[in-house]
């Protein structure tokens, strides 16, 4: 199987097992981009490299997920996701500001806030007449005001998540528990915790007007990506037990659900695709335009399968919008496309820009080259 790719973007095509264990091929592309106000997309005179596997910033465990691996055979809809800082209105410090993310008619507003915490109440209680000095006993959770800041970064170990405290032990070498939805998350407490407890960090990405209380859980928002083992996706990922080792090995589990291959906060999985040209609007998420506002480019992109008396064209599908404004004003693009190829031999793929001519009728299509 031999990949022609007459695009600027780095791609690669693969096999993979389809369900019944018959094979697919998956072409991925990755396109880097940079971002003009007001303007589309432009491509970026540098390409990032073709991501082979999930990529952190640091430990997995410990360490927000930076990309997902191209590697992966399918999405079910459009992932939008971004990397950054959250720029307070005009740069002047303020304590809690909104922020927007909106590609297309998909739109996603959260609340940040500078530096806050849950201060423990600690009050003085008396064992009864004998005791002889009063025992300091944590009764209660305080929030704090939030301090003014510049800017806040739009990270998931800002949002509501992380160790349960109280669970763990260090002398068996136990892990501590964590929240499913968020490993990576500030602000839970208990009354568990010891009386010396010193403040801990409260949540700084919310839902606008979400109030908190430290009772109560509430979902983590961001708009970073998700990792697999992360409960929006983890559940999607199917059941491993002996029916499945014994009857279904190698293959997915019969339960497997490609939403599972969805990096994006769950807001923000456009279904069906996005398909380009679409207009995109980040409010105070961009270091210089307080509303950051440009288009999606109009690129259809199509491969070719020729061979093995086939000769037949598939259009990849725009899966993946993500902005990455950690240090520049870069996008990238995911496509991929997914198709039976049993046996590929000999069989030629050809990648390109492709027009896509109107339909004669709602079952008919032509894809020219």
Not at 27 to 55: M, N, Y
Not at 129 to 144: E, G, H, K
Not at 338 to 350: I, K, M, Y
Request: hydrophobic share 40%.
């Amino acid at each position: 199987m031999e990949l022609i790719n007459r695009l600027p973007f780095p791609a690669i095509a693969f096999r993979q097992f389809d369900a019944n264990g018959d094979l697919d091929c998956v072409v991925s592309v990755r396109g880097t981009f940079v971002h003009r106000q007001g303007e589309a997309l432009a491509i970026a005179p540098k390409q990032e490299d073709f991501q082979w596997e999930d990529a952190y910033d640091g430990d997995p465990h410990a360490g927000p997920l930076l990309r997902q691996t191209d590697l992966t055979p399918e999405k079910v809809g459009t992932d939008i996701t971004f990397l950054g800082n959250a720029h307070a209105p005009g740069g002047t410090p303020a304590p809690s500001w909104q922020v927007g993310l909106r590609v297309g008619e998909l739109s996603k507003k959260l609340d940040v806030h500078g530096a806050r915490f849950w201060r423990p109440v600690i009050k003085e209680k008396w064992a009864g007449f004998s005791a002889r000095q009063a025992r300091r006993v944590l009764t209660d959770w305080q929030l704090t005001e939030a301090e003014p800041a510049s800017s806040v970064q739009i990270c998931w170990s800002k949002a509501y998540g992380g160790q349960i405290p109280g669970t763990g032990n260090p002398e068996t070498e136990t892990p501590a528990d964590v929240e499913a939805r968020n490993p990576l998350g500030c602000g839970i407490v208990n009354l568990d915790m010891p009386s010396d407890q010193a403040p801990v960090a409260a949540p700084q990405i919310t839902l606008p007007g979400e109030t908190l209380n430290w009772r109560e859980q509430v979902e983590p928002q961001g708009l970073g990506l998700v990792s697999p083992w992360w409960r929006s996706r983890q559940q999607h990922a199917g059941t491993y037990d002996e029916a499945w080792l014994n009857e279904r090995h190698p293959l997915l589990p019969k339960d497997f659900d490609a939403r599972f291959w969805q990096s994006a906060h769950p807001d923000l999985v456009a279904i069906p695709h996005l398909t380009g040209d679409e207009d995109y609007q980040l409010d105070h998420l961009h270091p210089s335009f307080a509303l950051a506002a440009g288009r999606l480019p109009g690129i259809s992109l199509g491969v070719r399968c020729a061979g093995h008396e086939r000769d037949e064209w598939y259009l990849l599908s725009l899966d993946g919008v993500h902005f990455d404004w950690r240090n520049d004003s870069r996008v990238m693009l995911t496509w991929r496309a997914r198709f039976p190829l049993q046996e590929a031999g000999e069989t030629s793929l050809t990648l390109t820009r492709v027009q896509v001519k109107a339909a004669v009728d709602a079952d008919a299509g032509e894809v020219v080259a």
